[in-house]
């Protein structure tokens, strides 16, 4: 397809487990974004990649988080040990950007994860 | 630090009518702006960007948005609502010196009754 593609478009998980979410960008863009989203709220930023580089990873909560992109095209967010707070919509974007362009960036649909 | 403020969590208009949906942000640096808007189970789609230029852009579905660089405001407007533009709206920044990372306010749900 043409867009950003995210699977699975839900996840159930108990507290405690481990879940993988990917991401496909848009073929060709160079940056891609995760950022999550709770209800009511904006989107909060995650980790920044440029090609097969986390150029920003500051939004990461805590160690349990953590993102690949080895190829410099599909990403996968990675949650270990999961926790009820984890509970939120994790959106992944793309750009064909450089570090400090206007390029906006296209947004996937999102993983609706719910540990319970 | 970069933040970003909406400070209507919603505003509802009556369909034919002007409507605005503020926004003001802070950035160290020179900033790009953009507005997002989130349709019910939908992803977010992309309106329009300011970066640099004429202070006014026009973007999707004949929406707009006015960068003011004294008051740090990037307001959205649209001269004649519809009933089919009832959505969550975000507003974005990012520093132009700090990297692709896209800061976004906490939205606005914009309503539209006929």
């Known amino acids: 397809g043409a867009g950003v593609s995210q699977t699975p478009s839900n996840k159930v998980t108990e507290k405690g487990k481990y879940v993988e979410l990917r991401c496909d960008p848009i073929s060709g863009h160079t940056a891609l974004y995760w950022y999550r989203q709770s209800l009511g709220q904006g989107p909060e930023f995650l980790i920044y990649f440029q090609g097969t580089g986390a150029a920003d990873d500051s939004g990461l909560p805590n160690d349990r988080f953590f993102a690949v992109r080895p190829e410099g095209s599909v990403s996968t967010l990675k949650i270990q040990r999961t926790e009820r707070g984890d509970s939120a919509v994790y959106l992944c974007?793309?750009?064909?950007?450089?570090?400090?362009?206007?390029?906006?960036?296209?947004f996937g649909q999102g993983t609706r994860l719910t540990v319970v | 630090a970069q933040s970003v403020a909406q400070p209507e969590d919603q505003v509802n208009v009556a369909e034919g009518n002007p409507l605005t949906v503020k926004c003001t942000y802070s950035v160290s640096g020179n900033p790009y702006l953009f507005w997002y808007v989130q349709y019910p189970n939908r992803g977010l789609q992309f309106l329009l960007k300011?970066?640099?230029?004429?202070?006014l852009v026009k973007g999707s579905y004949g929406f707009e948005a006015e960068f003011n660089k004294s008051q740090t405001s990037f307001h959205l407007k649209k001269p004649s609502a519809l009933v089919s533009d009832s959505a969550l709206y975000f507003c974005?920044?990012?520093?132009?010196?700090?990297?692709?990372?896209?800061?976004f306010g906490q939205g606005t749900e914009l309503s539209v009754k006929p």
């Open positions: 974005a920044v990012r520093d132009k010196n700090q990297g692709g990372k896209l800061i």
């Open positions: 974007a793309s750009s064909f950007d450089r570090a400090g362009s206007g390029t906006e960036a296209f």
């Open positions: 300011y970066i640099t230029g004429d202070n």
